[in-house]
């Protein structure tokens, strides 16, 4: 689940459906193919009193694989469901597929563009080449390795490093800051979660973060409701936020929060969204459906609704803003990915027949690869690009 701040207002807008063909794809795709291997010794970072042994992990080699048009294969073994190869409409294309050990949870690029961060249910992170699809190094330490939880949430710090530091949150409650060239954890934190006004802990899923626009703080949403604010510069907790008692009063989440966005230019003010089916905004909330929803965010007003997909809507999972004329959208059920029209509303490209959901996507910012668009599906992250962009870079 993701929230993306628009940098302008949107226009009136018409609904109006085009007809929608489906075509395969056809031509060939760049190759950007080969791998380099990654050294998997983990690293025991978290500082508590664990017993530091040498462990030897096994690793698995990710692959890049070049997407061709689908063919028949002939085969001796009888398969229950015939295996759909996705498709893509419009001026979309599929760029590179990259082959992952195990389902991807999230996936964020760096603020120059040139590198992509990708988070496993397995508690590792896969960070790759975007010029080459490389995959260029592994993050995960000893705790990760015992846990096996999946990682929640990534982000690269707007700093001078802004493509070496990465700030990850996991399922098993830990925040942890790495440095990717070194593969090394250089602080972490260890979020839980308080019952009541004891001071009895339990242990809390941490499911989301976002970086402020200065780099120097970051929140965080988890699995009991309560967001947390934190100083990236002594690494403290500085502010917790919390629903009151009142049931009357809508001041704070009272489900899980699944999604947590910095406004990109008030470093005091950012939105989150969660199974309460409510957007927040400080001391501001907004009723939120399963649907898209386009919101004005200086009045707090709705703008407008996205058309249902007239080829099966999604469950929401990742949305976001591509430049001032563009939204990307994707998410469940349908397992399919949108570029819709801002202005009417249309869908302009699709990726579909995907294998499972859409977790999350990110847009490449900046660089040679700047509007490459990455997008999750079960063990698999596509790279997609558009025929547009392509013209604009010759």
């Given at each position: 689940?993701?929230?993306?701040f628009?940098?302008?207002?949107?226009?009136?807008?018409?609904?109006?459906d085009?007809?929608?063909?489906?075509?395969?794809?056809?031509?060939?795709?760049?190759?950007?193919?080969?791998?380099?291997?990654?050294?998997?010794?983990?690293?025991?970072?978290?500082?508590?009193d664990?017993?530091?042994?040498?462990?030897?992990?096994?690793?698995?080699?990710?692959?890049s694989?070049?997407?061709?048009?689908?063919?028949?294969?002939?085969?001796?073994?009888?398969?229950?469901?015939?295996?759909?190869?996705?498709?893509?409409?419009?001026?979309?294309?599929?760029?590179?597929?990259?082959?992952?050990?195990?389902?991807?949870?999230?996936?964020r690029?760096?603020?120059?563009?040139?590198?992509?961060?990708?988070?496993?249910?397995?508690?590792?992170?896969k960070?790759?080449?975007?010029?080459?699809?490389?995959l260029l190094?592994?993050?995960?330490?000893?705790?990760?390795?015992?846990?096996?939880?999946?990682?929640?949430?990534?982000?690269?710090?707007?700093?001078?490093?802004?493509?070496?530091?990465?700030?990850?949150?996991?399922?098993?409650?830990?925040?942890?800051?790495?440095y990717?060239?070194?593969?090394?954890?250089?602080?972490?934190?260890?979020?839980?979660m308080?019952?009541?006004?004891s001071?009895?802990e339990?242990?809390?899923q941490?499911?989301?973060l976002?970086?402020?626009?200065?780099?120097?703080?970051?929140?965080?949403?988890?699995?009991?409701s309560?967001?947390?604010?934190?100083?990236l510069?002594?690494?403290?907790?500085?502010?917790?936020?919390?629903?009151?008692?009142?049931?009357?009063?809508?001041?704070?989440?009272?489900?899980?929060?699944?999604?947590?966005?910095?406004?990109?230019?008030?470093?005091?003010?950012f939105?989150?969204?969660g199974?309460?089916n409510?957007?927040?905004v400080?001391?501001?909330?907004?009723?939120a459906?399963?649907?898209?929803?386009?919101?004005d965010?200086?009045?707090?007003?709705?703008?407008?609704?996205?058309?249902p997909?007239?080829?099966?809507?999604?469950?929401?999972?990742?949305?976001?803003?591509?430049?001032?004329d563009?939204?990307?959208?994707?998410?469940?059920?349908?397992n399919?990915l949108?570029?819709l029209?801002?202005?009417t509303?249309?869908?302009?490209?699709?990726?579909?027949?995907?294998?499972?959901?859409?977790?999350?996507?990110?847009?490449?910012?900046s660089?040679k690869?700047?509007?490459?668009?990455?997008?999750?599906?079960?063990?698999?992250?596509?790279?997609?690009?558009?025929?547009?962009?392509k013209?604009?870079?010759?």
């Open positions: 689940m993701a929230l993306e628009s940098s302008s207002r949107l226009g009136p807008s018409v609904v109006k085009e007809d929608v063909q489906v075509t395969k794809v056809k031509g060939d795709s760049p190759g950007l193919l080969s791998l380099a291997d990654f050294d998997g010794d983990p690293m025991d970072t978290e500082g508590e664990e017993s530091e042994a040498d462990t030897d992990v096994e690793t698995e080699q990710d692959i694989l070049p997407v061709q048009d689908p063919t028949p294969v002939s085969t001796n073994r009888e398969k229950p469901f015939p295996q759909i190869q996705p498709k893509t409409y419009g001026d979309l294309h599929i760029h590179t597929v990259l082959q992952c050990s195990c389902e991807v949870m999230t996936c690029f760096s603020d120059d563009g040139t590198l992509l961060a990708v988070g496993l249910t397995d508690g590792s992170i960070v790759y080449s975007a010029d080459k699809g490389e190094h592994t993050l995960r330490d000893l705790d990760s390795i015992v846990c096996s939880l999946p990682v929640t949430g990534l982000s690269f710090t707007h700093t001078s490093q802004a493509h070496s530091i990465l700030l990850a949150t996991y399922a098993s409650g830990y925040v942890r800051c790495w990717v060239w070194g593969r090394q954890c250089v602080w972490w934190l260890k979020e839980t308080h019952i009541g006004k001071d009895r339990e242990k809390r941490s499911l989301c976002s970086i402020s626009p200065s780099g120097e703080q970051a929140v965080t949403g988890g699995s009991d309560v967001i947390h604010l934190y100083d510069n002594t690494h403290q907790r500085i502010q917790t936020c919390w629903s009151s008692a009142m049931k009357t009063v809508m001041d704070g989440h009272s489900s899980r929060v699944f999604a947590v966005t910095f406004h990109p230019e008030r470093e005091t003010e939105i989150s969204g199974w309460d409510t957007i927040q400080k001391d501001h909330f907004f009723y459906s399963l649907a898209l929803t386009v919101w965010y200086s009045s707090g007003k709705k703008v407008t609704s996205v058309p997909d007239p080829l099966g809507d999604s469950m929401m999972y990742t949305c976001q803003w591509m430049e001032c563009h939204i990307v959208a994707a998410g469940g059920r349908a399919a949108r570029i029209d801002r202005h509303l249309t869908v302009k490209s699709r990726l579909f027949d995907l294998p499972s959901a859409v977790f999350s996507s990110s847009i490449c910012p660089g690869w700047a509007g490459l668009i990455a997008a999750t599906s079960g063990d698999q992250v596509f790279l997609l690009s558009m025929d547009h962009r013209k604009n870079t010759v």
